[in-house]
């Protein structure tokens, strides 16, 4: 049995194999802070009980991700089926008994980079224009797909925590939608609005297999306050493109490792919240409910108390500097409790589903953002 990772967004280091048997390590991001996603491929076990062990899984930035967790594993790197997966003692267990000659093992279905090149030029292809906001660290561009003509400036991110590949599942589904033009509701949301879409903020920690940061090590959803070209470029070259354009709503999209549910977390704790705030808010998360039951509102983060907010994050940062509607949406990587799909678990399509019921979501709030 032979397994590796130096492939995009690949990350294990193999500690050893007996036969069909491999005890594993996650490979810590930059930093050594934070370590979780997983991705790498495994061949000569064609029929055999494999049993992967991930020993520092204990260690990771998360462990409460593990109880109720299910891997996710390809043998044609379309569909991803959840693998039995058990947790004891800090070490994550995954059995395969594969098919194939070679298979793929991943934290959650990823989302590559060619992946990422091929959505843009389809963004294209349906009308949106494409631009370069500067280069990350490691000197990847950092692309905003721009839609629509009208006043309102809507700014929609996703993947600053690289690991959450969902969020970038989402985009596709977002993208899809809105620049689709056989629908109506997208068609007229673009003569309200002009759409500033950031599918994934985090090229660099995408294609180095990290979960959480950067090139540099730096937590870009802790960045937001006072971003600098030599830590954080990702964040200073959208919040300057959004203090130049404008921002009137602002979605950040994410997966939680924890939770297993799509949630909302909105901004209550800024210095700036409002009743106003408060209601859109609401709007739009009762808009989103009836629009995919995949999302739900009885479980999530705690809200912040009044004056609470950590500044350094994009929802409370851009919810204050503009006193606009801003929120975080989550996305489970354990299957969803709400609606439970034993083999695929909460997948690609469901994350491409609920990112165009977004569009639903919106076209609730549009009139009222200011
Ligand atoms: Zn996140």
Known sequence: MHISSTFDAGNIQVVSIEEHHASLRIR????????QWFYFRVSGARGEQVTLDIENAGQVSYPKAW???????????????????????????IQVQPDADVFWVAYFAPYSAERHAELLAACQGQGAQLHTLGSTLDGRDLDMVVAGSGPRKLWVIARQHPGESMAEWWMEGFLG???????????????????YVVPNMNPDGSVRGHLRVNAAGANLNREWEEPTMARSPEVKLVRDAMDALGCDFCLDVHGDEELPHNFIAGAEGIPGWTERL????????????RANPDFQQKVGYPKDA??????SMCTSQTAQ????????????FKDTDDRPEPELGWSP?????????????????IADLR
């Open 321 to 332: 500097r503009f006193n606009c509607l801003s929120m975080t949406l989550e996305m489970p």
């Open 67 to 93: 109880p109720g967790y299910q891997a996710r594993v390809s043998v044609d790197r379309e569909d991803w089926i959840q693998a039995p997966t058990s947790y004891k003692d800090g070490v994550l267990s």
């Open 278 to 289: 408060d209601g859109l808010t609401q709007r739009f998360c009762d808009a989103l409910e």
């Open 28 to 35: 810590p991001d930059v930093g050594d802070e934070h370590l």
């Open 306 to 311: 009044p004056g609470a907010a950590n500044m």
């Open 349 to 365: 399509e469901r994350c491409m589903k609920l990112g165009a019921s977004g569009i639903d979501a919106i076209v609730e709030v």
């Open 177 to 195: 939608r809105l620049l689709d033009p056989d629908d109506a509701h997208a068609l007229r949301l673009l003569d309200q609005a002009t759409f």
